[in-house]
Nanobody, 124 residues
Framework: QVQLAESGGGSVQSGGSLKLSCAVS????????MAWFRQAPGKEREGVAV???????RYADSVKGRFTISQDSPKNTLYLQMNSLKPEDTAIYYC??????????????????WGQGTQVTVSS
């Protein structure tokens, strides 16, 4: 079993930055792909960024060049650095993990573990 716990959300003005963290409660998640999703009010959940175990990444077009996914394996922590935030980035952000090695898709199928989410609010 893998438990995920997000933190770092908050309120920021347009153009600002936030860094989200996701603590992974498992000694090793070798081979897992880790991702960030978000869900805005009234909208479907969408994939934001994913990283596989060897460090390959994929980003949604809407965040390319602004968001960076990274992980600190010794600390069992996944990060999402968000820069140049826009009001349309306002959403609940979720951390997710897939047991499928090399998984780099941003649709939310085949993600087996989810965190509870952290709210990000960007004001204009």
């Amino acid at each position: 079993q893998v438990q995920l716990a997000e933190s770092g959300g908050g309120s920021v003005q347009s153009g600002g930055s936030l860094k989200l963290s996701c603590a992974v409660s498992r000694d090793s998640y070798s081979g897992f792909s880790m991702a960030w999703f978000r869900q805005a009010p009234g909208k479907e959940r969408e994939g934001v960024a994913v990283m596989d175990w060897v460090g390959r990444t994929r980003y949604a077009d809407s965040v390319k060049g602004r968001f960076t996914i990274s992980q600190d394996s010794p600390k069992n922590t996944l990060y999402l650095q968000m820069n140049s935030l826009k009001p349309e980035d306002t959403a609940i952000y979720y951390c997710a993990a897939s047991r499928i090695s090399g998984w780099l898709r941003l649709d939310d199928g085949n993600y087996h573990y989810w965190g509870q989410g952290t709210q990000v609010t960007v004001s204009s």
